[in-house]
């Protein structure tokens, strides 16, 4: 029984490569997610960006804030 | 500026909604279909990473020569902007490439380039956080070499045979697709106005740094 499936399978299988016509739709590279993911790189990349600067200047008022202190103490 | 600063953000931001339906809404180009769609905002990025590029290499001249403060604030804000451009246009790029050439990566001249040039501009970035006092003129001299190098890039796609389009496509597109044309004009506006907003507050933040500066010098003294 089991001969006689290991033969069937054998003799299915092609010897060497064998050309196709027609890729198939399975086999393409889909568009959707390399447009998606180059539109949403973009707003993560913006969205990063301003919430560095927005950090930056949240930490330079801060610091400003402490020596306009200091300046008045020291007055 | 200030008084524009608002207005702007409001028109950048309504037109930077309006951009993703109308790339949505406009017609597939006939061999690339769908991937082509990068194209409206990979076009507008390298738009915007001209401008920076422009007003660091005459920042940094106007710095280097006239010794200006402003100019060097808009400097270090537009190369700062130049490696952000700069890095999606090779991710989105590279994400078009993909589907068109087959490949994530194409050591063609003009992506070698463009690489090369975002590279001198992050060097530049990396001169000014890490090359201490007197580093300001260093990097001057790094955004004049790297504004110099920017034609050499965008002839590059004439110049060598490269499998990336010349520089003609957007002409013929003008002439065979207006409707294309046209959407490209307007993502490209507002990368550009974005480019202007964002150096705008880039320059108040390097003026907040000069500010804190001085205080700290006068707390000293």
Known sequence: M??????????????????????????QIPAAPLVIASYAFFLLLMVFYLWTKWRRIGKVETEMRALERRQAEKR | MKKLFVPLVVVVAAMFVAAPIAIAEADYESTMLLVQKIFYFHFAT?????????????????????????????????????????????FSGSLWGRKAWGVWWQWDARVTMATM?????????????????????????????????????????????????????????????????????????????????????????????????????ALED
Not at chain 1, 2 to 27: C, H, K, N, R, Y
């Open chain 2, 46 to 90: 390298w738009m915007a990473m001209t401008v920076a590029i422009a007003v660091c290499g005459i920042a940094s001249v106007i710095y280097l020569f006239k010794g200006s403060k402003i100019s060097d604030w808009c400097a270090v804000a537009s190369a700062e902007l130049v490696v952000v451009f700069g890095v999606f246009g090779l």
């Open chain 2, 117 to 217: 040039l975002v590279l001198i501009f992050l060097g530049y970035l990396m001169v000014r956080k890490y090359g201490g006092p007197g580093s300001e003129k260093l990097a001057a001299a790094m955004g004049i070499f790297g504004a110099a190098t920017s034609p050499f890039v965008y002839k590059s796609v004439d110049w060598w045979r490269t499998i990336h389009p010349q520089t003609t496509v957007m002409r013929t597109l003008g002439e065979k697709w207006p409707g294309a044309w046209l959407l490209v004009l307007f993502c490209s506006a507002a990368f550009v106005l974005l480019t202007v907003l964002l150096l705008t507050a880039r320059v108040r933040l390097e003026a907040m740094r000069s500010r804190l500066d001085e205080m700290y010098l």
């Open chain 1, 2 to 27: 089991l001969a006689t499936v290991f033969f069937a399978l054998q003799q299915q299988i092609p010897e060497g490569f064998s050309p196709v016509t027609g890729v198939p739709v399975t086999e």
